[in-house]
C-alpha cells in the first residue's frame, strides 16, 4: 500500500511500519487536507490479456472538490501514463 498526504498548513507527517504516511495533526483538526492511497492490487484477465489493476482511495476536506472521498480503480498503465506526464 502506498499513502501520501498533503497539508496546507505544512503539517508534520511520519512513515507507520507498513511504509505508509501518517499525519502528527490530531484527527479533530480542521487544518486543510488531501490524502490519497493505492491499494488493493489485483490481477485481472488471463495470458496476454492480463493486467494490474490498484484501488485509489483520496479523502479531503478541501472545497475545490466535490464531497470528501473519491473511489477508483486504475490500472497499473494509467500511473506509467502518468509518470510520463509528469517527468
Same mark, same amino acid.
Given at each position: 500500500?502506498? !499513502?501520501?498526504?498533503?497539508?496546507? %498548513? *505544512?503539517? =508534520?507527517?511520519?512513515? $507507520?511500519?507498513?511504509?505508509?504516511?501518517?499525519?502528527?495533526?490530531?484527527?479533530?483538526?480542521?487544518?486543510?487536507?488531501?490524502?490519497?492511497?493505492?491499494? !488493493?492490487?489485483?490481477?485481472?484477465? %488471463? *495470458?496476454? =490479456?492480463?493486467?494490474? $489493476?490498484?484501488?485509489?482511495?483520496?479523502?479531503?476536506?478541501?472545497?475545490?472538490?466535490?464531497?470528501?472521498?473519491?473511489?477508483?480503480?486504475?490500472?497499473?498503465?494509467?500511473?506509467?501514463?502518468?509518470? *510520463?506526464?509528469?517527468?
Amino acid at each position: 500500500m502506498f !499513502d501520501f498526504e498533503c497539508c496546507k %498548513n *505544512g503539517a =508534520q507527517q511520519q512513515r $507507520s511500519g507498513s511504509g505508509s504516511l501518517q499525519s502528527l495533526r490530531s484527527p479533530s483538526s480542521q487544518a486543510p487536507f488531501l490524502s490519497v492511497s493505492v491499494t !488493493d492490487p489485483a490481477k485481472m484477465g %488471463n *495470458g496476454v =490479456q492480463a493486467y494490474i $489493476s490498484y484501488k485509489v482511495i483520496t479523502k479531503t476536506n478541501l472545497p475545490e472538490y466535490q464531497g470528501h472521498e473519491k473511489i477508483v480503480i486504475r490500472r497499473y498503465s494509467d500511473f506509467v501514463r502518468l509518470h *510520463g506526464l509528469l517527468f
